[in-house]
């Protein structure tokens, strides 16, 4: 949505794209069962079609420590509301988005709400006033301040970009944690479909997660 010519405003929704190769993901399975045997140094066991067992296995022991080996890195698009959610979370690697250097002379994208889209009136309510912070951050960028003081006009609506990677112990924590019906909408709705796209070509690692909302979900939960 673009307010005006003048005024470049534009309303997106939050989305997260896989970074690591799905090559790579596939093959992660066989890394994992491998690391894992080191333990027991039962090498020998490994056939083609034994790691899927043996990570379950795992799992269900609570024994996840193994996992750690392998990582997943994602792009997730977000307001600077969720992504303050987000980098609460350890052990992490991110690169954000930095509003210090980033210079939004251009154009200002903005995430809103599903319960204000459903009403007209506040819809445009809201973003008229993410227009107008946006204005008042042109006039300081207009003037010569540099865009790490005019930013502190912008609101958390803001879109940011946050590449993230977690190995898949942790993967499989932070999801848990933001698919809860308790969190909020957002990352919840990013976390979602995460896991399943990650449940799509590493099922082996979230099918169990997946069960579990498909459940909760049956509950009314």
């Not at 470049?8 to 093959?27: D, F, G, K, R």
Request: net charge positive; aromatic share 10%.
């Amino acid at each position: 949505m673009q307010l005006s010519d003048d005024v470049n405003v534009v309303v997106i929704e939050p989305s997260a794209v896989l970074l690591t190769p799905v090559a790579h993901l596939l093959e992660y399975p066989k890394l994992i069962e491998l690391a894992g045997r080191t333990c027991y140094k039962s090498e020998d066991r490994i056939t083609h079609d034994s790691a899927r067992r043996f990570i379950l296995g795992i799992i269900k022991r609570g024994h996840e420590s193994v996992i750690e080996h392998c990582s997943v890195t994602y792009r997730i698009i977000c307001s600077r509301a969720c992504s303050h959610q987000l980098v609460r979370h350890r052990i992490a690697a991110y690169s954000q988005e930095s509003q210090r250097y980033c210079d939004y002379k251009n154009e200002f994208q903005i995430i809103v709400p599903p319960s204000v889209k459903q009403d007209i009136n506040l819809y445009y309510n809201f973003v008229d006033s993410a227009q107008r912070a946006y204005m008042d951050y042109r006039k300081l960028r207009e003037a010569g301040v540099k865009p790490e003081d005019a930013r502190f006009l912008l609101p958390n609506c803001a879109k940011t970009e946050v590449v993230v990677t977690y190995n898949l112990r942790q993967w499989r924590h932070v999801i848990n944690q933001r698919i809860d019906p308790h969190a909020q909408w957002e990352i919840r709705k990013i976390m979602k479909s995460i896991l399943y796209e990650l449940d799509h070509y590493i099922p082996v690692f979230f099918e169990d997660i997946v069960k579990r909302l498909n459940e909760d979900r049956k509950d009314g939960l």
